[in-house]
Structure formats: C-alpha cells, structure tokens
C-alpha cells in the first residue's frame, strides 16, 4: 500500500537529528509525518513510605508533563523548518498501558516508525514496537542506529517463511516491492511440503510477486548451523540490501521474550532497516 501517514515515536530524551531522520522518511515518500513524543510515568509509591513520598512523586510527575510540553514547542519549531506535512502530540502514560495507547494511535496512519530517537529508552521502544504490531494491524518500520532509510528502496530482500505473519508483511510492503529493481525472496534451510512450501519453495511466492510486476529470485540459503538472522543479516549485507521484509512473532511474544526467536534477533541485530508486520 501508499504511505501517505507515517506515525514516529520518540522519547523526550529525543535529539534534533532524529526528529529530521523522520522528516526525511516521510519526504521520501510525500507522506504526513504524526509525531507521538511519550513518557513513560514513574510507577506510584507503595508500602509504609508511601504517604512520606507522595509529594515528591507528584512534583516529579509535573516535571514530565512540562517536558513533553517544552519537547513538544521544540518539535514544532524543528520540523516547521523541514517544510513538511505535519502534526505533534504528547502522551504521558503508564508503563502498562504504553502499548495498547500507542497501538490505539499507531492505527491512524499506515505505518509507524521506531528509530534513533527511542534508543536511549529501551522499555518504551519495546512498547512501541509491541503495541504496534499487536494492537494497530500496522506494520512497524524498524531503523538501525545511524541508519537511513527511504520509502523506495532499490534492493528489498524479503524473508519467507510460508506463515501468515510474513504473507502480511509482503502485502504490507507491496507497493516497495513493485517499485524495487531487485527483490531476493530468501528461505532459510527451507523444506519441500505440501501445504507449506510446496515442491519447490519459494516459487509460489515468486509466481505471485512476478504477477504483480516485480522483478523477483528466490534463493534457498544454508544456515550452515548459524541463527537464522544472522544469515539474513549477512546475505543482506552481501547484496547491499536497502530493506528487509519480514514477518513478526511466529511465535507468541512472551515465548520469543523468553526464549529468544528471530523477531526478536532481528530487532536487536539488523544490519539494515526492516519493516515487519504482525
């Protein structure tokens, strides 16, 4: 589909080169630019000190609101500059209402990017990109640190899998897809199966793509006992790759928290912007 809203989440802790990183990604792709700057509330306190240090923590919960205000002003004067479209708006929130009031926002526009400017805070980035897969059925657009990315990328590869996950994630991206010059649909140690991969793996999902006019290979890569991300990382690296497109969660979030599981590699690990979808 056509990006036209791309919502951006930041932290306050956020600098000026991020919020122009986002400016660019939303040029790119003459798209209206929604900034969501959040914080995340200090948890209230609880036990025999409670009453002692209520004072406290409501002046200190003021300091956050007159911090998103001032963030927000910044942001403003920041991106007037960059002569886009644009909208700003704050939201203090509890941690454990973070991903579903992000999510609820994130379904206005159709995508939502997590980048720079929520590295300096690891809880809300996860909120971010949770709430959004989870909770807006929108894809999340993830930028490595220090990376750039634009809305039309000439090298894609895409990461199949045959799951319904990465079928969303290819719909998702589909207008990227037709405008690339190259898309390398990729699967790891992939196995013949009826009703999976089919007789010859990755040709369903090529004959598809090539319908819609994009120019398409497939290639069966070894993990030759590696992780699977690392080796889409590396093939990725190898092709100069401007994209990855890959499905989220396989598996239930809590299990790939726990356990560990590609999304979660990918999210830590990528060597290029990824856009997922869950």
């Not at 036209?4 to 306050?12: N, P, R």
């Not at 369903?204 to 699977?228: F, K, T």
Request: proline share 4%.
């Amino acid at each position: 589909m056509t990006y036209k809203t791309i919502l951006a989440v930041v932290g306050v802790d956020h600098s000026v080169e991020h919020l122009r990183s986002a400016a660019q990604v939303c040029a790119s792709a003459n798209a209206h630019l929604s900034l969501l700057i959040v914080k995340l509330a200090a948890s209230p306190p609880i036990g025999d000190y409670a009453a002692a240090i209520s004072i406290d923590w409501l002046n200190e919960r003021q300091r956050d609101v007159d911090k998103l205000e001032s963030c927000a002003e910044k942001a403003v004067d920041v991106l007037t500059k960059e002569g886009i479209s644009f909208g700003v708006e704050t939201k203090y929130t509890e941690v454990a209402w973070a991903d579903d009031e992000i999510g609820e926002r994130a379904r206005y526009a159709d995508l939502t990017l997590v980048g720079d400017g929520l590295m300096l805070d690891p809880e809300l980035r996860s909120r971010t990109i949770d709430g959004t897969l989870f909770s807006s059925a929108r894809p999340v657009l993830i930028m490595p640190r220090g990376k750039t990315v634009r809305l039309d990328p000439k090298t894609v590869v895409l990461a199949w899998n045959s799951r319904l996950e990465a079928a969303r994630a290819v719909r998702e991206a589909l207008d990227l897809l037709i405008g690339a010059e190259t898309v390398y649909v990729t699967m790891v140690d992939p196995r013949s199966a009826y009703g999976k991969n089919g007789e010859e793996p990755g040709a369903d999902i090529a004959g598809y793509l090539a319908r819609h006019g994009v120019s398409v290979s497939v290639e069966r890569l070894p993990s030759g006992g590696h992780r699977v991300d690392d080796v889409i990382n590396r093939f990725a690296s190898d092709v100069a790759a401007d994209l990855i497109v890959m499905g989220a969660y396989g598996h239930s979030r809590m299990r790939e928290r726990v356990f560990g599981g590609v999304t979660r590699s990918m999210l830590e690990n990528a060597v290029v912007p990824v856009l997922m979808a869950h």
